[in-house]
């Protein structure tokens, strides 16, 4: 099973800095990985898959980069609706599929 | 446009099987290659994949899970379906059920979410 380890665990910035939020696999998963946004109440949604693809109606201030077993998710000016819990997804060695433990990205 | 919706008992005894259903709208089950999944999240915890089937009936599991779980579909109702058998606290979550793009199985369509807590 890859294991995937997002740091830091919780994130405090303020409107309008820049947030970076790291994912790390335990093996290298190539560019097989999403990024997911979820908020108190809701379902997960997609916000980056293969490492750097931003899905449909993602804002451009949301950007992935990295591949192998190293990956980022950039927030380039946090915005009042950005403050959120993110989670990490492998999509390359499976079963089974698999998440990380989440960052939390808090107003400071 | 999908929309998926999960149902079902929102509580179960100790050692009796969970089960929930996932009806899908907008799209036929049987249409595209997706993979039609279950994802739980215990609260306040992370995201855990559990399973999911395509459509022709072809299942992959958690090894977790597997000596438990079943994931089954349903042509007519246009629904998939899930059985987690022995339950225990420690299957308390909300359970999603959520579409993935056959072959590359990230997920861009979820439903709300059903939490089930298993409890007598």
């Known amino acids: 099973e890859i294991v995937m380890t997002q740091s830091p665990a919780t994130l405090s910035a303020s409107p309008g800095e820049r947030a970076t939020l790291s994912c790390r696999a335990s093996?290298?998963?190539?560019?097989?990985l999403a990024w997911y946004q979820q908020k108190p109440g809701q379902a997960p949604r997609l916000l980056i898959y293969s490492a750097s693809t931003r899905a449909i109606g993602v804002p451009a201030r949301f950007s992935g980069t990295g591949s192998g077993t190293e990956f980022t998710l950039t927030i380039s000016s946090l915005q009042s609706e950005d403050f959120a819990l993110y989670y990490c997804?492998?999509?390359?060695?499976?079963?089974?599929?698999?998440f990380g433990g989440g960052t939390k990205v808090e107003i400071k | 446009q999908v929309q998926l919706q999960e149902s079902g008992p929102r509580l179960v005894q100790p050692s009796q099987t969970l089960s929930l259903t996932c009806t899908v709208s907008g799209v036929s089950i049987n249409s595209g290659a997706f993979y039609w999944t279950w994802i739980r999240q215990p609260p306040g915890k992370g995201l855990e994949w559990t399973g999911h089937?395509?459509?022709?009936?072809?299942?992959s599991y958690n090894p977790s899970l597997t000596s438990r779980i079943s994931i089954s579909i349903d042509r007519s109702k246009n629904q998939f379906s899930l059985d987690l058998s022995s339950v225990t606290a420690a299957d308390t979550a909300i359970y999603y059920c959520a579409r993935a793009i056959f072959g590359i199985p990230y997920f861009n369509s979820w439903g709300q979410g059903t939490l089930v807590t298993v409890s007598s």
């Open positions: 093996q290298s998963v190539n560019s097989n």
């Open positions: 089937i395509w459509r022709s009936g072809t299942t």
């Open positions: 997804q492998q999509f390359n060695h499976w079963p089974p599929l698999t």
